[in-house]
């Protein structure tokens, strides 16, 4: 089992900056690829970015330039540095790690975007 924490969701004007942070814990050792997804009111959870073991990212277009995903593997920790905040980022931000085990969900962090 994989457990994963998030933290650094909240409010921020148009423009603003965000960083979120997922530690993992648990059987992090199995942890390979782990990611971002959100979330918005009526719609599908859907990728933000992802980024491997080896440090290969892929983003959505619609982040790409704004978002920058890293990791820090002796901390079994992505970040997600969020910038150039629009109003249509606003959602629920949920970390997820991808382990020989399965794939392990945090909690969501709200991320809410006021224009």
């Known amino acids: 089992q994989v457990q994963l924490v998030e933290s650094g969701g909240g409010l921020v004007q148009t423009g603003g900056s965000l960083r979120l942070s997922c530690a993992a814990s648990?059987?992090?050792?199995?942890?390979?690829?782990m990611g971002w997804y959100c979330q918005a009111p009526g719609k599908q959870r859907e990728l933000v970015a992802r980024?491997?073991?080896?440090?290969?990212?892929v983003y959505a277009d619609s982040v790409k330039g704004r978002f920058t995903i890293s990791r820090d593997n002796a901390k079994n920790t992505v970040y997600l540095q969020m910038n150039g905040l629009k109003p249509e980022d606003t959602a629920v931000y949920y970390c997820v790690a991808f382990a020989t085990t399965g794939s392990y969900w945090g909690q969501g962090t709200q991320v809410t975007v006021s224009s």
């Open positions: 648990g059987r992090a050792s199995n942890v390979g690829a």
């Open positions: 980024i491997t073991s080896g440090y290969s990212a």
